[in-house]
């Protein structure tokens, strides 16, 4: 009976990460409880059915849930929670969204690392979107006000990226064009003829397909376009 039970110890712990193995997980430590708190800070409040892509071996099936406040991709085998090693060459599919860790810099050379979930790619450029949490704090009653409970609010920032360098898409006209602005007149036009709307995702991607376009199609010009904008 002894033998029994070790065995089946060792069957049990062989396949606790068969689907995904240990050199892509690492042990999370208790984190920070917001239960409370209005909102949540995870992208997908669940487990879900997900898939890790890890580019030097093969594709793993796992239950993953992205935690946006600490920028971990979480994994729960007997009420262990674990973390998908950060690394480059791991990427991850929760639902619809592809999420890859990138080493990043911004214009000025600043260090830009974490979690970006894919929006568009071209055959000059990336967007992606990246998401973050803002925690506001809950007050206490007193005796000239309320009690308000804490919250959570996520923000998406959206990014253009080119040869591993990116910038923050801005979100009005101006600024836009500013960013885009050896075709400024071009995508005036093209602002104005289709409609497009900054603070929509499928409007953003068509400006930059856009862009793409115009630049693809303009022989004379091989101008980078990020690292030729710090002057913006």
Known sequence: MKIF????????????F???????????????????YKGSIYMNYNYEESTV?????????????YNIHTDA??????????????????HVR????????CNFEDRYGTSRNGYYILVELTDRYRIYKRLTTKIIKPQERTATSVEVPGMIKINTKYYIEEDQVIMELPKNK??????FSDKEDE?????????IRLSKEEDLIRLVA?????????????KSLLSNSGNL
């Open 5 to 16: 039970t070790i065995i089946l110890y060792i069957s049990v712990s062989s396949t606790l």
């Open 18 to 36: 068969a689907q995904l193995p240990k050199s892509l997980v690492t042990p999370l430590s208790k984190t920070s409880d917001f239960s409370n």
């Open 53 to 65: 892509i890890h580019e030097k071996s093969r594709t793993y099936d796992a239950e993953l849930k």
């Open 73 to 90: 991709i979480e994994f729960n085998s007997e009420g262990q929670v674990y973390e998908i090693k950060k690394n480059v060459t791991t």
């Open 94 to 101: 929760i639902d619809d969204s592809y999420l890859y860790y």
């Open 174 to 179: 101006k600024s836009m064009l500013a960013l």
């Open 187 to 195: 995508l005036k036009k093209y602002l104005k003829k289709e409609k």
């Open 210 to 222: 856009r862009y793409n376009a115009l630049k693809s199609s303009d022989s004379l010009s091989s």
